[in-house]
C-alpha cells in the first residue's frame, strides 16, 4: 500500500518561503512520476508542479514557474517543494501524488491520472 505523508506547511507572510516535503512509502515513488497540487478555499484542486521519474522533466503551473521548485530523492522516498516569494493567493492545502503510470514520460497536469495522495498539509501567507 502506497502512502504519502506531507508536511511543512504553515504560517508565512507574503514574500516568505516555505519547503514542502512528501515522505512515502518504501520504495512507493520508484518509476513513477509525482506532483504537487493544491485547493484554495471553495476552489478546485489545481496542478502545481509535476516531475517525471527520473527526473528529466519538470512541469510547473504557470503561476508557479521561477518561484517553486519541485525535487525527488528517491534514496530518501522523498518529493519537495520548495517555494519562494510566496503570494496571499498561494495559500492553500498542498498535497503530493503519485502517477499512476508506471514510467509516464512526462508529468501529467490532470488529477484523475495521480492514484495516490496525501492528505495535504496547510500553507497560509499573510498580506
Known amino acids: 500500500q502506497v502512502q504519502l505523508v506531507e508536511s511543512g506547511g504553515g504560517l508565512v507572510q507574503a514574500g516568505g518561503s516555505l519547503t514542502l516535503s512528501c515522505a512515502a512509502s518504501?520504495?512507493?515513488?520508484?518509476?513513477?512520476?509525482m506532483g504537487w497540487f493544491r485547493q484554495a478555499p471553495g476552489k478546485e484542486r489545481e496542478f502545481v508542479a509535476g516531475i517525471t521519474w527520473n527526473g528529466g522533466n519538470i512541469y510547473y503551473k504557470d503561476s508557479s514557474e521561477g518561484r517553486f521548485t519541485i525535487s525527488r530523492d528517491d534514496a530518501k522516498n522523498m518529493v519537495y517543494l520548495q517555494m519562494n516569494s510566496l503570494k496571499p493567493e498561494d495559500t492553500a492545502v498542498y498535497y503530493c501524488?503519485?502517477?499512476?503510470?508506471?514510467?509516464?514520460?512526462?508529468?501529467?497536469?490532470?488529477?484523475?491520472?495521480?492514484?495516490?495522495w496525501g492528505h495535504g498539509t496547510p500553507v497560509t501567507v499573510s498580506s
Open positions: 518504501e520504495r512507493a515513488l520508484l518509476t513513477y512520476a
Open positions: 501524488a503519485r502517477d499512476c503510470v508506471f514510467g509516464r514520460p512526462a508529468p501529467t497536469y490532470l488529477s484523475d491520472n495521480y492514484c495516490y
